[in-house]
């Protein structure tokens, strides 16, 4: 059974600083999503990583996937307070990059403050 | 453009009754999922389709059935409602299998209490 663990769970932290989310999971997979969650809101596709050493920057956000380590790791460059948001990693379940069976992590809620 | 429309957006139902969730997209997606989402848990699968007449379980399906009759509509049924059936669901779509390496497009989400 794949099993997707993100970490830190939680994560409060200043405007300007720097800090690295963690997307670990348990079986062979290529194919890693990530997304953005606004409370009370739909998820938001950030970003698509579709092989090995794959990388993507988007703003202050940017993402890589090993999948030798099954670990792919979101990066904030330089926060600000509208990044504010829970952030999930996917990953695809058929390995077919189909995007149909996902599973998530428990998701990470970022707080940033003044 | 309307994407992937999710009816209704909220929704209290007692327990024991019955009630279909609408999803549908305009996308021309071929593969179309059911998630719901509970605190501190992330989402999890439900169903899932990837084509008219082609629908498969998920990591959670006990209590919902799902049929994909036409290629826009996706709807979840819940067949006797039980207060562990409170959460929010999420019906999303993506290209499939013509096109490989797509992202899933979410709906907005029915958020349901069973009382």
């Known amino acids: 059974e794949l099993k997707v663990e993100q970490n830190p769970l939680f994560l409060s932290m200043q405007e300007g600083k720097n800090y690295t989310i963690y997307c670990n999971y348990s079986?062979?997979?290529?194919?890693l999503y990530w997304y953005r969650q606004d409370p009370g809101k739909s998820l938001e596709s950030l970003f698509v990583?579709?092989?090995?050493?794959a990388v993507k920057q988007e703003g202050r956000l940017m993402a890589s996937l090993d999948t030798k380590a099954r670990l792919s790791t979101l990066h904030i460059t330089a926060a600000v307070h509208d990044l504010s948001a829970t952030y999930f990693c996917?990953?695809?379940?058929?390995?077919?990059?189909?995007?149909?069976?996902?599973?998530f992590g428990t998701g990470t809620r970022l707080q940033v403050t003044l | 453009n309307a994407g992937v429309t999710q009816t209704p957006k909220f929704q209290v139902l007692k327990t024991g009754q019955s009630m279909t969730l609408q999803c549908a997209q305009d996308?021309?997606?071929?593969?179309m999922s059911w998630y719901r989402q509970d605190p501190g848990m992330g989402l999890r699968l439900i169903h899932y389709?990837?084509?008219?007449?082609?629908?498969d379980q998920g990591e959670v399906p006990n209590g919902y059935n799902v049929s994909r009759s036409t290629t826009e509509d996706f709807p979840l049924r819940l067949l006797s409602a039980a207060p562990s059936q409170t959460s929010v669901y999420f019906c999303a779509s993506n290209r499939g299998r013509s096109l490989m390496n797509t992202e899933a497009f979410f709906g907005q989400g029915t958020r349901l209490t069973v009382v």
């Open positions: 990583l579709l092989s090995n050493g």
């Open positions: 996917a990953v695809d379940s058929l390995n077919t990059g189909t995007a149909s069976k996902l599973t």
């Open positions: 079986t062979t997979s290529d194919r």
């Open positions: 996308m021309n997606h071929e593969y």
């Open positions: 389709s990837v084509g008219a007449g082609i629908t």
